[in-house]
């Protein structure tokens, strides 16, 4: 498969100069490469986007798709892996959809391990709506719903996904398109839940690729087993200071994942089931 059999005939809408490009063009080579190799075939593959800017990515793949409400792709994500666990589901989300209405699902979903891919589309702006804050919207931030400069500082997705036993974390950008592919073919390939939150400008609404260009640097001899470390290099910038902003892959543990737990219950309640009715049985 060649990446050019990944793509549609659907309008492609989104504002020129918008983030969201790169990562429609860094996801679709990764899926071509994997279904090459015979790592992830194409046809097992299923996309899950939310509501936002975003969203129409599941548009623009020629692969299996599910479009979510709002806030609600992991849940959706989480139903169809253990549905069938042979699928590999990839979650496209966006702050405004992961990180406010969905936040519940963000931190279950790593908690548990659910063996999904999670890519965050971080614009830090809610840009189908034409400008308001999000979560991760630093202070000061200028929008629609806050004409005076935003009072509240925003949260660090990444700490968050740590701290909830998330076992693949990482960050990406949307301006440096190779990086963005290793960063999502690891994902892709992690076993439990991958983690990417990508710094996506909004060329529209909020416009960062000088801010951004200015500060991002890959992370380089970063061992990603290393958990003191990793939460080291979460924190160097926290979404509100002046950087350096760190990209890479900040944090990766094998770890058992949701379906071995599941089924490892299943056989349990199963097992108590029999001995329920042995019992019942001999009474009777
Ligand atoms: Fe992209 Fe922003 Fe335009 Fe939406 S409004 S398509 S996020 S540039």
Not at 148 to 173: D, H, Q
Request: hydrophobic residues 40%.
């Amino acid at each position: 498969m060649k990446t050019k059999d990944l793509g549609t005939t659907a309008p492609n809408t989104w504002c020129p100069g918008c983030g969201n490009f790169a990562i429609l063009n860094a996801i679709k080579p990764v899926l071509a490469d994997l279904d090459e190799e015979g790592l992830v075939a194409i046809e097992n593959v299923v996309l899950v986007s939310g509501i936002g800017c975003h969203g129409k990515i599941a548009d623009y793949v020629k692969a299996n798709s599910f479009y979510a409400i709002h806030g609600r792709t992991i849940p959706v994500a989480t139903g169809i892996k253990l549905a069938n666990p042979d699928l590999n589901v990839i979650c496209f989300a966006g702050d405004g959809d992961a990180y406010a209405e969905g936040l519940d699902h963000l931190i279950f979903a790593a908690k548990r391990n659910i063996d999904i891919t999670t890519i965050i589309h971080d614009n830090r702006v809610y840009g189908l709506t034409t400008g308001q804050y999000t979560p991760t919207s630093p202070s000061g931030f200028l929008g629609r719903s806050t004409p005076a400069g935003l009072e509240v500082p925003p949260i660090n997705p990444l700490e968050i996904v740590f701290a909830s036993g998330g076992s693949f974390v990482a960050r990406g950008y949307s301006h440096g398109i190779e990086l963005l592919k290793d960063i999502f073919r690891e994902a892709i390939l992690h076993r439990g839940f991958s983690f990417v939150d990508v710094l996506q400008v909004c060329a529209t609404f909020f416009n960062l690729y000088d801010y951004y260009n200015e500060r991002v640097y890959t992370l380089e001899e970063h061992d990603p087993r290393d958990r003191d470390r990793a939460e080291e290099k979460m924190r160097e910038w926290d979404y509100n200071s002046d950087g350096p902003i760190p990209l890479g892959i900040f944090y990766r543990e094998d770890a058992s994942t949701f379906g071995d737990n599941f089924m490892k219950y299943n056989s349990k309640i199963t097992d108590l089931e029999g001995r329920i009715r042995g019992a019942l049985e001999g009474f009777l």
